[in-house]
């Protein structure tokens, strides 16, 4: 299996920081602020791997800093520290040594990402048809016919009735409205995905058939994807691996089945013994 | 050198209203304006004896431009006798003295005007100063003027087209009638000011040049001479102009010149009819002394 991600130390610290602020922090110090600074580490020495068609699960709980992860990495934010490579084809990019527009590049080329406010990953004054093909001109293409081409086939594909495709995702449910993100994040057919609690607040039946799109997805494009929740049953039925975080550090890395049946740290125990 | 131009002009303003510094300044911004072609360089507008949005962006392109050999021409949507273009036309003739003015495409080398740009094609010695309400085409899509410069910087201009793709979408065609978005030397895209589309062409490797001043926005941009001027469209969905067709399908003419390929203003008579004439007054008088003489040749 070929790598696609590589991500090492990654560290995001709000606020001034200081010399105390990493020892004075994290799961053993019950907290992310720090208490001399008031500086907030919300996340610190993350390293992973992810490899080609592989979900990764991260999870824990409120403010552990799962969602600053991937929006460091689809550069909604920069980092205090660490590195991350993206293996593209035979090509190398060091993430954080990229300048603005080869970041944008990459973001709208070869990264999609799916947030769990549509508010964030939609344009709400403008159709779902319109929401895509944003993001398919912003990827070079230039033939009306050809984007709407495109625009129908990922609403079909992500399960939107065509008749809706020039309605505003303002008018959608709130199912519909993720998976309009989905279609959106896929259009460009990116081999990375970042999906920050994607099915969080919607009602049971909603969740599992967008859970099963996206392991169609999966299936069918061989995409990577990195899944940040705190519902473990998602952990359990989309990740293969995942990591488990307290207060901005990994607690705990492994195979999903692994942690889920055999969770090795105190904190990680606790999640598991209350969900199941 | 103010001194030299006090003297000049006899009245208590320097020649051209402005002091030299600020003509300086202007003159800069401008070069640095075709230097990088349709990059909306920032520069201090200064106060005008007149409303900022009367025109006093390319007032002040005009008064840092002008010379007294200058034979200038000031147009407002293609007229030269509208309030607009008299009342700047005397303001000017008043702080520049020597300078004359003419109604003329043909014989004006510097021309300001307000929404058009004249039908005759544009020589290189002459230069089109147009007026600019709003000089950023990004502003109906992004409101922050940073993300906007990002954006620029960038050349993306993803969601502009999104909005021309949300029109084909509603009526099967692009609808901006006016400041249609236009990419120059494949980067910027400017804001062309209120010209119709019928005048985005005249832009693309003109052999004049043409400066944008916006005096309440506080920029200028330009389109050097021959020059690629594109409108944004899409290769399926190509740009068109007005087409002036009546419900038969036939190209309407100017009621006064009889011209059927100019741009045509509409008026409503009373009685609910409608009559289509020239925008460019000049063009149509030219037009008709045309056909005048045609008509006199053979008697």
Known sequence: MNKILEVRNLSKIYGPGCPLCLESTGPEADTNLCPHCGSVVAIHDVSFDLFEG????????SGSGKSTVVKNLYFDQAPSSGEAIFYDRDKQHDLFALNAAQQRWLRNHRFG???QNP?????FNISAGGNIAERLLMSDLMDYG?????AKALLARTEVLLSRVDDLPKNFSGGMQQRVQIAKALATQPPLLFLDEVTTGLDLS???????????????LKTAMVVVTHDLGVIRLLTGRAIVMKYGRVIEAGLTDQILEDPQHAYTQRLVASAL | MNAFSHAQSGNAYNFGFLDEYAKKEVRRAILKAIAIPGYQVPYASREMPMGRGFGTGGLQLTLSLIGPEEILKVIDQGSDDSVNAVNLRHFIEMTCPGVSTTTKTTECTLIQSRHRIPELPLTSNQIVVLQVPYPDPLVVVEPSEDKRKTMHGEADYSRLLVKLYEDIVKFDEITISHRYPTRINGHYVIDPSPIPR?????LNASAALILFGAGREKKIYAVPPHTKAEPLAFSDVPFRVEDFRDEHGHRRACTRCGCTDSFLDEFAADSGSKTYQCSDSDWCDEQMLLARQTEGEPA
């Open chain 1, 146 to 150: 050809a984007i709407r081409e495109r």
């Open chain 1, 113 to 115: 990402m799916v947030y």
């Open chain 1, 54 to 61: 592989e979900i990764l699960g991260v999870m824990g709980e």
């Open chain 1, 206 to 220: 909603v969740q599992a058939r967008i859970l099963d799109l996206i392991l169609e997805i999966q299936q069918e």
């Open chain 1, 119 to 123: 508010h964030l990953g939609l344009n």
């Open chain 2, 198 to 202: 019928w005048d985005v062409p005249k």
